[in-house]
């Protein structure tokens, strides 16, 4: 896998939908062109993008649009993790004839599934792709932890990749401490960590607030990979203060409430999320304008 080509900051995407919880085509197309000259990459149809709450055929249509849209400008990761293996492939089949630069799949979730469960529904991923996979740890979605160890034995078997979002900065490191392929790509799976994990050698990150403020993140990615450490700090500090504006969990419902804010028709979160009440955007509104990321 060329880490190269996949490095830097990937927003993980929100999804625009319409008032009947369809993919809204149009607005979609609009969103991938305004961020594809402003970020290194997309992260697709995880959980920012609401995967988990979409239709196998909504995800198929996620996956067309924006391959098409991005029309190889920067990498499209697409994620196809599903709670069962059939449409887990079929996702993954679909991706790869789409023409989408790699693939990731979180660990089934809902049941606890043990280490062998685990290393085979990745195994019979690998083996139905010939695009990179990337697993995506995410355990506290997925009742499910991956460790530096059980990582290095999917590394064997064809793994190329991990995207951690475990926030958990020294189990991290021991990803990148056992894993021995030079070409593996280890990404953060979230801002609040990007500093300490680019400084231990973390090829980049999927972040959500980079939906919203790509070059924000972008600079503390920069700054980390120039040396500037001091510089990255005070970002950093400033992006995880952020993280009491957005909201705790995965707050897909206040990207749709910061976009149009900033001139991004981004639609409406797909139920059972709700949009913001009115009160609420205008306490985001205001802590942004206080914060200077927005100008009212």
């Not at 034995?153 to 991290?172: R, T």
């Not at 953060?188 to 990150?205: D, E, F, K, N, R």
């Not at 993140?217 to 920069?222: A, D, P, R, S």
């Not at 409406?268 to 927005?294: C, G, Q, W």
């Amino acid at each position: 896998m060329d880490v190269k080509k996949f490095s830097g900051v990937y927003p993980a995407v929100i999804t625009p939908f319409d008032e009947k919880g369809e993919v809204d085509v149009e607005k979609l197309t609009n969103y991938i062109n305004y961020l594809s000259d402003k970020v290194d990459g997309l992260f697709v149809g995880g959980s920012y993008g609401s995967g988990p709450v979409m239709t196998p055929a909504q995800r198929k249509t996620l996956c067309e649009v924006t391959v098409k849209t991005c029309n190889h400008r920067i990498p499209v990761i697409m994620h196809i993790g599903c709670t069962n293996l059939n449409d887990t492939i079929e996702l993954a089949q679909h991706a790869e004839a789409c023409g989408a630069d790699a693939i990731a799949a979180v660990t089934p979730f809902y049941y606890r599934h043990i280490p062998s469960v685990i290393k085979q529904y990745y195994k019979d991923l690998i083996d139905s792709v010939k695009l990179p996979v990337i697993a995506y740890n995410n355990p506290k979605y997925s009742n499910f932890t991956i460790t530096g160890d059980f990582l290095a034995e999917l590394a064997d078997i064809g793994l190329q990749g991990v995207k951690d979002s475990s926030a958990d900065i020294s189990l991290f490191y021991d990803f990148m401490a056992k894993v021995k392929k030079d070409d593996f790509l280890f990404l953060i799976g979230s801002q609040t960590h990007l500093l300490p994990a680019v400084v231990g050698g973390a090829h980049g990150c999927v972040s959500g607030l980079s939906n919203a403020f790509p070059a924000f993140i972008k600079e503390i990615y920069n700054k980390c990979k120039e040396g500037k450490f001091a510089e990255a700090r005070d970002l950093q500090l400033k992006a995880n203060l952020l993280r009491s504006v957005t909201g705790s969990g995965i707050p897909v419902p206040f990207y749709h409430a910061v976009l149009p804010m900033l001139g991004v028709d981004i639609g409406l979160p797909k139920r059972p999320f709700l949009p913001l009440p009115e009160a609420e955007v205008e306490r985001i509104r205001k802590a942004l304008t206080e914060t200077k990321m927005i100008i009212s």
